[in-house]
């Protein structure tokens, strides 16, 4: 994995500055989390946050369900995080488009089994979400409980790339 991923075909479009890339994740309200199980590829959109300290992406949901049974320790996984912006009129239907801005990360999506660890991640899912509201303020903190129904996936990431398509 790494570079033959992320490698594009339109480098005029290629964003490779980190930060670019970190900001458009930190506002995406969600992305399509991609997964692969006896051949069969299986995409759904996820809320997310990322998480610089660990270079990783989290996602939490039911112990459930397609997404929950996909996963397994290091199981391949990518996400397509997008912005729409305008469309692009033209006199031709082959040159109609529309201006975007675009992130897809690959890596391994695993279960997080640590207690502290699956809090942190809710926790940053809560903060990115839900900046203004602080736990056991505006709503009761995470708990051991919470987590035996609610299954917090990482997905450590191994290659990026950022796409931006402009006026």
């Known amino acids: 994995m ?3 991923l992320t490698k594009m075909r339109r480098s005029d479009r290629e ?10 994740l930190n506002r ?3 992305g399509v989390l991609a ?3 006896d051949g069969q590829p299986f995409t759904v959109a996820r809320n997310f946050a ?3 300290e660990n270079h990783a992406i989290y996602f939490h949901g039911a112990r459930k369900g397609r997404t929950f049974e996909n996963v397994g320790e290091g199981t391949l996984a990518n996400l397509n995080v997008s912005e729409m912006g305008e469309w692009i009129l033209s006199e031709r239907a082959m040159n109609f488009g529309v201006y975007y801005k675009g992130v897809v990360a ?3 999506l695993s279960v997080v089994e640590d207690s502290d660890e699956a809090k942190r991640g809710l926790q940053l899912l809560m903060d990115k979400h839900f900046p203004d509201l602080k736990p056991d303020v505006n709503y009761e903190a995470i708990t051991d409980i919470d987590l035996k129904v609610t299954a917090v996936l990482r997905m450590d990431i191994n ?3 950022g ?4 006026k």
């Open 159 to 161: 290659s990026w790339s």
């Open 2 to 4: 790494g570079e033959s």
């Open 106 to 108: 690959f890596g391994k």
């Open 35 to 37: 997964t692969c199980k």
């Open 15 to 24: 964003i490779k500055d980190k930060e670019w890339i970190i900001a458009l």
């Open 163 to 166: 796409k931006e398509k402009k």
């Open 28 to 30: 995406a309200g969600y």
């Open 50 to 52: 990322y998480d610089p």
